[in-house]
């Protein structure tokens, strides 16, 4: 029986999950392939370019994700809050409230960042740029919202980092908890 090829989103979404699980360094060619079914002809066909490609291509669909689902409703939403609303609110299901390794901030810190540094410096300074945008919006300082921003995403991929090494997604939980305060938003129910 003939497999069927996953569809472009599909494939770069298991692809991702190889990088999540194994990083960069450790997803091999094999490991990719027994996760997508397809053998090494096909995974060159979708990516010429080999690992270095999947990945860039990876980062540029998480990428997209974002831009759709968190920057552009913090630079073009009318009120700036329910930008950050949506902003905590899709973070906290994306990340799966702190199970899920943020695999951008994960290529960061090993040694494939300089492969990527380009992708994932964009990626974090719109991040940042977009939210001190929309918290200058809502009435802060530029300097401080900048601040804040910086801060609110570091805070993130910290409670993602330390939720996975304690094996406790509550910390992701707390930390968007405190977020929510801190950006002045009102306490959920």
Not at 8 to 29: K, M, N, P, T, W
Request: proline share 3%.
């Amino acid at each position: 029986m003939r497999r069927i090829a996953p569809d472009h989103d599909q494939l770069l979404a298991i692809v991702a999950e190889v990088f999540r699980e194994h990083g960069y360094e450790g997803a091999s060619l094999a490991l990719i392939g027994e996760a997508t079914g397809l053998g090494k002809g096909s995974l060159y066909h979708f990516f010429p370019g080999g690992k270095e490609e999947m990945a860039r291509a990876v980062i540029a669909h998480i990428d997209g994700w974002f831009e759709d689902n968190v920057f552009a409703p913090l630079r073009d939403g009318a009120d700036p809050s329910a930008g950050i609303e949506q902003m905590l609110a899709v973070t906290d299901s994306y990340f799966r409230s702190g199970r899920r390794v943020c695999l951008i901030g994960a290529f960061a810190l090993d040694d494939s960042r300089n492969l990527f540094a380009g992708q994932i410096s964009n990626y974090f300074g719109r991040w940042i740029t977009h939210l001190a945008d929309a918290l200058v919006r809502g009435r802060h300082r530029p300097a401080e919202a900048m601040e804040l921003a910086e801060e609110t995403v570091a805070a993130i991929q910290g409670a993602l980092t330390l939720a996975r090494a304690a094996d406790d997604a509550g910390v992701f939980s707390r930390m968007l908890r405190r977020l929510r305060m801190r950006l002045g938003l009102p306490a959920k129910t």
